[in-house]
């Protein structure tokens, strides 16, 4: 079975400040992994996703399959990043989609 | 040219009541997707179609049955509505094959209320 931890509900960090959110997973496969964020009364979008290797409005996550980890990382936090963001991996033909419990980021002014 | 688009946005309705929320999507995609978001902002994968066939069913109770006319379309009917209900549902789509498969377009989500 894939599964994908968020352990953070909630983040709470000051304007300028580095954010990590964490991911890790678990699936005996080669998944893909992806970062969804859903800003405030808004639907949920694509941020990124592992195999573009790209840095979306500052965001990068490099995918570790030793730590199964796949953690959003920024160097510093702007006050618009304020969103909830939710990990997720997709397998098999059918894509099987999980996500993670989400993580709620709130960039302090 | 909305890409995902669902309707209702906003649904009240009693317990026990049955309701329909509709989703269509115009990009062409293959698979479509219902996810239910909690309170908790949980968000859970209930159906997924491929090309009209039901592929996943995530142990959804039975009173949730959804029907795809079309390829474009995915709609999610709700019989006997209960309190537990209650939440923000969600469509997707998104191509089966090719480059980018496999991100998901969401549509803006339906919020149901069930008094």
């Known amino acids: 079975a894939q599964r994908v931890t968020q352990p953070e509900k909630l983040l709470s960090v000051f304007k300028g400040a580095p954010v990590e959110l964490k991911c890790n997973y678990s699936?005996?496969?080669?998944?893909?992994l992806f970062w969804y964020v859903q800003y405030s009364r808004q639907r949920l979008q694509l941020l990124l996703r592992?195999?573009s290797r790209e840095s979306i409005k500052g965001f990068t996550a490099d995918l570790n399959k030793g730590e199964t980890s796949f953690h959003l990382k920024k160097p510093f936090a702007q006050e618009e990043d304020s969103a909830m963001y939710y990990c997720?991996?997709?397998?098999?033909?059918?894509?099987?989609?999980?996500f993670g419990t989400g993580t709620k980021l709130q960039v302090i002014p | 040219d909305t890409a995902v688009s669902q309707t209702p946005k906003y649904l009240v309705t009693q317990m026990g009541n049955d309701k329909s929320i509709k989703c269509e999507q115009n990009?062409?995609?293959?698979?479509m997707y219902w996810y239910k978001q909690d309170s908790k902002k949980f968000l859970k994968i209930m159906f997924s179609?491929?090309?009209?066939?039901?592929?996943i069913n995530e142990t959804v109770p039975n009173r949730f049955s959804p029907k795809s006319p079309d390829k474009a379309h995915l709609n999610l009917h709700i019989n006997s509505l209960e309190l537990g209900d209650s939440a923000v549902y969600f469509c997707?789509?998104?191509?089966?094959?090719?480059?980018?498969?496999?991100?998901?377009?969401f549509g803006p989500g339906t919020r149901l209320t069930v008094l």
């Open positions: 997707a789509s998104s191509q089966a094959l090719g480059q980018g498969a496999n991100e998901q377009f």
């Open positions: 699936y005996s496969g080669s998944p893909e």
């Open positions: 592992h195999i």
């Open positions: 997720a991996l997709t397998s098999g033909g059918y894509q099987k989609v999980t």
């Open positions: 990009l062409g995609h293959d698979t």
């Open positions: 179609y491929n090309n009209k066939e039901l592929i």
